[in-house]
Nanobody, 123 residues
Framework: QLQLVESGGGLVQPGGSLRLSCARL????????IAWFRQAPGKEREAISC????????AYADSVKGRFTISRDNAKNTVYLQMNSLRPEDTAVYYC????????????????WGKGTLVTVSS
């Protein structure tokens, strides 16, 4: 069973930054495309970004484009989500998910999920 662990969430003021990490315990991630999702209270889960297994292809939702950057370090088995210019509406639980594919699936249909990390943007 592939286990993903998110970290890096917390409380940040509007306009601030956070970097989330997604790691796989014990095994490599280099054959998996990885996506980040978020779910705000009372709202549906939203796919916000994805990175291919090599890191050469990335995709972003319009809601985060230009503010968030996804990256990966396969040597460290870790995928990152750098979040800048955070807004109160970015408050959500953020999840990473993996699929055993070289490229991100257009429908964001993922196979394995982490338990999430909470990001709160508030003054």
């Amino acid at each position: 069973q592939l286990q993903l662990v998110e970290s890096g969430g917390g409380l940040v003021q509007p306009g601030g930054s956070l970097r989330l990490s997604c790691a796989r315990l014990g095994f490599t991630l280099d054959r998996y495309s990885i996506a980040w999702f978020r779910q705000a209270p009372g709202k549906e889960r939203e796919a916000i970004s994805c990175i291919s297994s090599s890191g050469s292809n990335t995709a972003y939702a319009d809601s985060v484009k230009g503010r968030f950057t996804i990256s990966r370090d396969n040597a460290k088995n870790t995928v990152y989500l750098q979040m800048n210019s955070l807004r109160p509406e970015d408050t959500a639980v953020y999840y990473c998910a993996a699929v055993l594919r070289r490229l991100c699936p257009p429908d964001y249909n993922m196979e394995y999920w982490g338990k999430g990390t909470l990001v709160t943007v508030s003054s």
